[in-house]
């Protein structure tokens, strides 16, 4: 299993590569929709590389604001689910 930190990285790397992001602007913290560095499309994207890198499926009630505004927020939403399905 994947730690927090490797978890974290993963979905830094896609979200600086996928929106051309400045690294340094995209912090754990940075709020990705309210900073306009996602918009909705974005969003669709990022649930798939989710879904796909780790192997786990979000159910549509849990694609909520809090579990997926920041790095944090992703991290933990995605390390629950891994734990879940082991």
């Known amino acids: 299993m994947e730690t927090m930190e ?3 990285s993963k979905i830094r790397d896609y979200i600086i590569e996928s929106t051309y992001a400045a ?3 995209v912090k754990d913290d940075s709020l990705i929709f309210v900073e ?3 918009d909705s499309m974005g969003f669709i994207l990022l649930i798939n590389f989710i879904e796909e890198s780790f192997g786990i499926k979000a159910k549509d009630s849990e694609l909520l604001e ?3 505004e920041s790095i944090d927020a992703i991290s933990r939403f995605v390390a629950g689910k891994v734990a879940q399905a082991a």
């Open 66 to 68: 809090d579990n997926f």
């Open 36 to 38: 306009g560095i996602f």
């Open 6 to 8: 490797e978890i974290k």
């Open 23 to 25: 690294p340094d602007l």
